[in-house]
């Protein structure tokens, strides 16, 4: 996948958009449990963990993965997304999450699917099947869609992933592969680093 602009614009729009799936205006609501801090434990030999103290998550990463910056070419974004890249920048990963109280209400395939509709200002022809059930530590669901990129004129294979624990945090992923290149391997990396997220209490830039 070529083009910072359009690898962190998928990164913008994961974040954007979970905050558009609740309402005008979301609060952020004391959740119904106590959100204890889970490690990422169990990674494959090379796999390091990737933390996002502002969101509350960590995620294991593969070995030879980018992130932040150096998926994005040095064009850097003040959204706390976590962006995370194949080496050869043809897959790109990121995740973002949200606690408020109308996101919570939402179930998980729903999400996934307002989500990917959300990526149309993106794509053209992006039309995703039906949401299915994503295996995963927490409850999940995801859609799919492959659609051509209107920053780049190449087509991608797009996945959403929406992980939900209980009824503490959404966490909404968006997997974006070069569908014209033999992208299979990572995308499947891709998934399993997902499946390695785990939650924590958010904590303050310094605390």
Known sequence: MRGARRILGTALAAGALLAGCGGDAPTAAPPASPET?????????????????????????????????????????????????????????????????????????????????????????LEPGAPKPFEARYEGAFVEATAKALATGVRQNVIVVVLRRDDIANFTAVIAANAEQPTGPAVKLAEEALRTLRSQPVRAPGG
Do not use: H
């Open 37 to 125: 801090p889970q490690r990422v434990t169990g990674l494959p030999p090379g796999w390091t963990v990737e933390r996002n103290a502002a969101q509350g998550f960590s995620l294991g990463a593969p070995p030879g993965w980018r992130q932040g910056e150096r998926c994005l070419d040095g064009n850097g974004s003040d959204v706390p997304v976590t962006v995370l890249c194949s080496p050869d920048k043809l897959v790109t990963l990121s995740i973002s999450a949200d606690r408020t109280g109308e996101a919570l209400e939402i179930e998980p395939g729903e999400f996934a699917a307002r989500a990917m509709a959300g990526l149309a200002d993106s794509y053209m022809g």
